[in-house]
């Protein structure tokens, strides 16, 4: 126990990049059958940290070769059927010891993350890998507890409805939360008995290559969980485009979720599950009686992982007769969180996870005022000296549903607020998105709530909160925020068949 509490002590010291990289394990190469092995190509992805712009590693940079080795040892693995056909108890035992040995390892992944993505390490402490763990554990425990069916057959008849892995699964993850999305992937797919092949985004590689040797660590079988690291053309195109892939699924841009489901179309018609981008707007009435819980939720649903959340609430409608106090208290928010370094415990907000992002997010704020939106807080750049790169907490006013800002997802800290009279009107601009994520509403009003909670077009709707909820409730989206669920034993419906077994008696 002294050793481990040691190396926690020790993991929370850096302060910086290069103090950092000298207490974790990086691991580089690709994932296949139980092995880190080098790229075919030889090639790779130079990983930098968007805390300091300072080179972090080389990383295998996976093609079309590699994906087929993966998916040949995957097929050979589930063919084999020792975790296909291990009982539903034995699968449940390894998957828990998977879980303990994440969470022994738990304070690197959260420093590993954070160097990776530039996520303050409270975040990544305290949030992203106990959710992890906890993900992998629920999963674990709902393998033994979920039965197959008996059809209500004639006497002379049995029908079973029995649920089956769908095989080889292919997961392409994003960059925002790599090993808690990886989970809400990997974890049901493995639970099911499946073979698992994950590529993860190239800008955040190196958690989920760790959390491949520890699965191995933990007794799961050579082959069925690998990881491929590379960028999205040359390995997750392939991967999607794959012959004997049997299911993909994908966390991502809508652009990108439209193309995996023209390759899947154009390949062997695999089964997709998207969960896609998000324009989430938050509704904020007059009628509120807690103004400033409102205002914090508002703020903090943009703000959070600086804005880099697919559900983040980035259209605020609030109702004309409290606008402009109510946008005082979030701008208020805004001015008083300042980017920090995202080693220090105490920081809240982090930086952006590269430069491409960072002058992305920084186009979008130039174009919001071009377009007339008044900015009312931050919208510049903050601590260029570091190196790294990070932007002020931002606040548009005076923005209309039909700006760019409030028309496509941002993926950075910026809010754009819009007025609204009526709820009528409030529901009607909320709904005016391509998509389909998430919403909320501010009410103090039971009728206005239940009429909004059922007439936003979203996947998720929260009443007087945001981001409310947890592993045991399902999350995707409506319209082109995509489709399919994570989390909740929905997420069984995604890597299992159901087959129906029709058994003939005689007479």
Not at 74 to 82: K, L, N, Q, T, V
Not at 365 to 375: P, R, V
Not at 426 to 440: Q, W
Request: proline share 5%; hydrophobic share 40%; glycine share 10%.
């Amino acid at each position: 126990m002294g050793d481990v509490m040691n190396v926690q002590t020790e993991i929370n010291k850096p302060q910086t990049v290069a103090d950092a990289r000298k207490i974790v394990s990086l691991r580089t190469q690709a994932f296949i059958g139980g092995k880190f092995v080098d790229s075919l190509s030889g090639k790779t992805l130079s990983s930098s940290s968007p805390i300091d712009g300072s080179h972090l590693a080389n990383v295998a940079a996976c093609d079309h070769r590699d994906v087929d080795r993966a998916v040949s040892t995957a097929r050979a693995a589930f063919e084999a059927g020792h975790w296909r056909n291990a009982s539903p108890n034995d699968r449940r035992k390894t998957l828990l010891k998977f879980a303990d040995t994440l969470e022994a390892n738990a304070e690197e992944l959260a420093l590993l993350e954070t160097l990776d993505l530039g996520k303050p390490i409270a975040n990544t402490t305290s949030v992203d890998i106990p959710l992890t763990i906890e993900t992998v554990r629920y999963y674990a425990e709902a393998i033994n507890k979920v039965y197959d069916e008996l059809g209500p057959s004639p006497s002379n008849a049995v029908s079973m409805i029995v649920r089956e892995p769908v095989g080889v699964v292919a997961a392409v993850t994003p960059w925002n939360f790599p090993l808690l999305m990886a989970a809400w992937k990997f974890a049901p797919a493995l639970a099911t008995g499946n073979s698992v092949i994950m590529k993860p985004a190239e800008q955040t590689s190196l958690s989920l290559l760790r959390v491949a040797e520890l699965a191995a660590e933990a007794g799961i079988p050579a082959g069925v969980f690998n990881v491929l690291p590379g960028d999205g053309p040359s390995a997750g195109k392939p991967l999607a485009l794959h012959m004997d892939v049997d299911a993909i699924v994908f966390t991502g841009s809508t652009a990108v979720g439209k193309l995996i489901m023209g390759y899947a179309a154009q390949s062997n018609m695999k089964r997709v599950g998207l969960e896609c981008g998000g324009k989430s707007p938050q509704i904020v009435m007059a009628d509120c009686d807690n103004l400033g819980a409102a205002a914090n939720a508002a703020a903090w649903g943009v703000f959070y992982d600086q804005g880099q959340v697919c559900t983040a609430g980035t259209r605020l409608l609030v109702q004309k007769d409290i606008k402009d106090r109510f946008l005082e208290k979030v701008a208020g928010i805004a001015t008083g969180l300042k980017p920090g370094n995202p080693l220090d415990p105490k920081t809240e907000f982090g930086s952006l996870v590269d430069e491409t992002q960072l002058n992305t997010v920084l186009g979008y704020i130039e174009k919001g005022s071009a377009e007339g939106a008044h900015l009312r807080a931050g919208g510049k750049r903050a601590m260029t000296e570091s190196g790294g790169f990070y932007v002020q907490p931002t606040l548009f006013d005076g923005v209309t549903n039909e700006m760019t800002i409030a028309r496509e997802e941002i993926f950075g800290p910026v809010i754009s607020a819009i007025e609204f009279e009526t709820l009528d009107q409030a529901l009607s601009i909320a709904n005016d998105s391509i998509y389909g994520l998430a919403a909320g509403i501010w009410t103090s009003n039971v009728n206005t709530a239940h009429i909004a909670g059922r007439a936003l077009r979203a996947g998720n709707v929260w009443i007087n909160c945001w981001d409310g909820s947890d592993i045991t409730t399902p999350f995707g989206g409506f319209k082109q925020s995509g489709f399919g669920r994570d989390r909740s034993l929905h997420a069984f419906d995604k890597y299992t068949e159901l087959k129906t077994i029709w058994l003939q008696l005689s007479n």
